[in-house]
């Protein structure tokens, strides 16, 4: 019987291995890219999420200032009723007598119906401000959310990716990819919001 050729395995089998390095080299380096773009794109969503919601504390701590400068104007147009509410309790004896009132007497309500009318348009003017704060503080909070929620999908697409680059997996890489599309979408509705 005839001896059969031998065929050398050994370099077969090492030029397959060569072939799978090289390309599972290639595997990891687009992981490796991909991964580094979301890290990159959601760094830039985690600062836009901070700045966000520290400006929405600003505007709401501006609307509380507000809140309370109104607050202390309606005070003030209470204590002039109050004032004016005496003058005009002042005059009643004399109208009672069916004498004229003091000249200076009739000066004070006067002035206290003109500061009371002042104080009042001072007042609502500081609330318009304040709810003006307070709406734009809440915009900014709902976009607050947008970027942290396109963070949290940024950081689920990299964790992804690094278990796709610890598996080899193409399936589990094209879902760190969806993920990571899904978090741009989130980020990019945000800044264009």
């Known amino acids: ?11 077969l089998r090492e030029a397959v291995q060569a072939e799978f390095e ?17 890290a990159a794109v959601a760094a ?12 929405a504390l600003v505007l709401k701590t501006e609307a509380a200032r507000l809140q309370a400068e109104a607050s202390d104007q309606w ?22 007598q ?24 001072k007042a609502e003017g500081l609330e318009r401000q304040r709810d003006e704060r307070s709406r734009e503080a809440d915009h900014l909070l709902h976009q607050h959310h947008g970027f942290a929620n396109s963070v949290a999908l940024f950081q689920v697409a990299i ?25 741009i979408v989130f980020f990019m509705a945000q800044l264009l919001s």
């Not at 019987?1 to 370099?11: A, G, L, N, S």
């Open 98 to 121: 069916a004498k004229r009132p003091p000249a200076d007497l009739l000066e004070k309500e006067q002035r206290y119906a003109a500061d009371q009318e002042e104080s009042k348009a």
């Open 75 to 96: 005070a003030y147009y209470q204590a002039k009723g109050i004032k004016l509410a005496v003058a005009q309790a002042t005059e009643a004896p004399w109208q009672a």
């Open 22 to 38: 090289r390309e599972g080299g290639r595997f990891l380096r687009r992981i490796a890219l991909t991964t580094a773009v979301l």
């Open 44 to 55: 830039i969503a985690a600062l836009k999420a901070g700045s966000t919601a520290n400006e």
């Open 159 to 183: 964790a992804l990716g690094a278990l796709a680059a610890l598996t080899r997996n193409r399936a589990i890489w094209v879902g760190s990819l969806g993920l990571g599309g899904v978090g």
């Open 1 to 11: 019987m005839p001896e059969t050729p031998e065929v050398e395995t050994d370099k």
